[in-house]
Structure formats: C-alpha cells, structure tokens
C-alpha cells in the first residue's frame, strides 16, 4: 500500500468515527474548563496536558457548532474554548506517486492531511498587520492553523500562476490548485 493510500485510510476511518459520533444526543451539557491555544496547546484549569495521548484522545471526540466547540461523547457533551484553530500543522512534505504530487500537512496531534478538494487551503489577511493566517481544513468543520516554519516550506513547493492579470502563488496537489496569495499586493 502506497503511503497517499495509507493517510486515505485514515482519513475514512476518521470520518466512519465522525459519522457515528454525529448521532449522539447526550443528556448531559455543561462546560468544562479545557482551552486549546493558539499554538495548538491544551490546558485543563490553566495547566497545560502533560500527556500527548491524552490531548489526542479528546482530539478525537472534538466537535464545532459554529464558532462553539465542544468533546462530545455518548453521554456529555461539553464546551470548551478555543483560541483560534483547534491544531496546527506543524509539517508539511511533497510527495509524489504516480507523476502525481500531493502536499500532506502532518498536525501537533500526528494527523497527516493531504491537500486536497476534501482539505482545501485558506489563507485568511489579518487586517491590521497584512500578516497570512494559512489554514488547512482537517474534518468536521474543524481546521488546523499552519506554522510559520511549514507555510514557509508550502511557499517553496508554490509556483507563480495568473489569473485575470493578476499574479498569484499558488500551489498543486492532487490534481487541485490553490492560491496562497497574491503577488501584485
């Protein structure tokens, strides 16, 4: 099995977990005091987890309604606080199968997620600073901030593309092409 078919699995068998989890109707809501930083971190009462198994364990059970997110399990449903994405795609890599390239963002939770039309890019202007905020879309409505070290290795894989006369850096994968911004700004 090739390792894009490999990171496919996963992603199914991701998605199957989601699907069930999606029809859970817990009796139980509340809050509990979790919040996932900016910098992908975890905290429970203002301690930051010490366990990455246990980070990934919640991981798995997060859940978004809107901007509101939530661990959903069959029996509560609890909401916690997120800074800004709920993970961080710390690395990025090119791989290229059968004359095709694919880039694959790997996460703080060990996630690997390929670029793709399921996994879009997005890149969001802060607009008081003019500074990208790249983001990667992983599942659920849920999306993982790209480091600065693993944008700048994103940019180094983008080629100059133009479209209505205006110039942008884009980059391929899977056969889906994706702007990273504009040149001419």
Do not use: C
């Amino acid at each position: 099995m090739s390792e894009l078919e490999q990171i496919q699995r996963d992603i199914e068998a991701a998605a199957a977990q989601s699907a069930a989890r999606r029809q859970w109707r817990p009796a139980r809501e509340g809050e509990i005091d979790i919040r996932i930083a900016a910098d992908g971190s975890w905290y429970h009462e203002g301690r930051v987890f010490q366990r990455d198994a246990l980070v990934r364990l919640f991981a798995g059970v997060l859940y978004r309604e809107d901007d509101d997110f939530f661990l959903l399990t069959p029996a509560e449903k609890l909401h916690i606080k997120v800074d800004d994405a709920p993970f961080v795609a710390t690395l990025v890599e090119r791989i290229v199968e059968d004359g095709q390239q694919a880039i694959v963002f790997t996460t703080n939770i060990g996630e690997r997620i390929p670029l793709d039309a399921a996994h879009p890019l997005r890149v969001d202007i802060d607009p008081d600073s003019r500074e990208p905020r790249p983001y990667i879309h992983v599942r659920d409505d849920l999306d993982a901030l790209i480091s600065r070290s693993a944008f700048y290795d994103l940019i180094n894989y983008a080629a100059e593309t133009e479209r209505d006369g205006e110039r942008y850096l884009s980059v391929t994968s899977l056969g889906e092409t994706f702007d990273i911004g504009s040149i001419d700004e």
